[in-house]
Structures are given as C-alpha cells and as structure tokens.
C-alpha cells in the first residue's frame, strides 16, 4: 500500500481529469520511477495489475486496514496531524509500516503530521524513529551541498 498526501509544492493544479489512478498518478510517480529501476517495468507493471501493489490517497483510508502488508506513506510531512492518526490506525495484523519526510520541505500551512506523530510516539515501545542528515543524502553531492547552501 502506497500513499502520500495530495498537495503540490507550492502550485495548484486545480481540476485533473480522468479516473482516481489518473489523477492519483502523478503523487505516486516517484514510486514507480524506483520500482521500475530495481524490478524492472514489465515486473512493477503486472504487481500493479494484480494489485499486489497498490496506491491510494489518504482521503480514501476510511474503513481500511492494513493487514499482511507493507503500507507506505510517502512526504508525510505534508500530512495534518488528522491524516496522519487516520493512517496511523488503519496497522492490522501482520503490518510493516514506513512513514517518510522531510520536516524542511513542508508545503502546508498548518502543524506537520510528521512532527506530530514523532513527538507522540518517539518514547513508543514498537516505534522505531531515524532520522537522517545532509550527510545521508544519496541523490548527489551537489544536492548535499545545496542543502548545506539553504540551512545556514
């Protein structure tokens, strides 16, 4: 299960047309950019076919749960601390959960979920928190640098 919430970086793109998938798929093309690098297109392609990868917005978590499965969440620093318990409590049995972000590129206006959920949970038993610096960058060095560049 794949998920990240729905909000641009800084743009508004207003109305997309077609279907949920279509318009859900430009939020999780980062993800298929990677499956597709490590198990190849024609492999990420059929798992998604046989839903045995499978995105959705955190608008349509209601009623979930996430049972015998790895669920994904995806830029959750630009989850409301609402979204984030929304997702939180969909854990079943059986459950890996890995919540990712990044606290200094929030694109919301409000408290961060991501934050939120760090300071409730860091002193949890069965939570396990990383948190990573420029120096754990593996995208390039340049982008160390920049990074370097906006912190000071």
Not at 66 to 85: H, R, S, V, Y
Request: glycine fraction near 8%; include cysteine; proline fraction near 5%.
């Amino acid at each position: 299960m794949l998920t990240r919430p729905g909000v641009e970086a800084g743009e508004k793109f207003g109305f997309i047309p077609g279907e949920l998938e279509e318009k859900y798929a430009p939020y999780i093309e980062p993800f298929r950019e990677i499956f597709n690098e490590r198990l190849g297109r024609s492999q990420v392609d059929y798992l998604i076919k046989h839903k045995r990868i499978c995105a959705m917005p955190i608008a349509f978590m209601r009623g979930r749960t996430f049972k015998n499965c790895w669920a994904i969440l995806d830029e959750a620093q630009n989850t409301t601390p609402g979204q984030m318990k929304l997702f939180l409590t969909r854990i079943g049995d059986n459950c890996k959960v890995i919540i990712d972000g990044d606290i200094e590129q929030k694109d919301i206006p409000t408290q961060s979920g991501l934050s939120d959920a760090v300071s409730r949970l860091k002193h949890t038993r069965k939570v396990g928190i990383v948190e990573f610096t420029v120096e754990d960058v593996v995208r390039s060095g340049i982008v160390k640098d920049i990074i370097k560049a906006y912190s000071s």
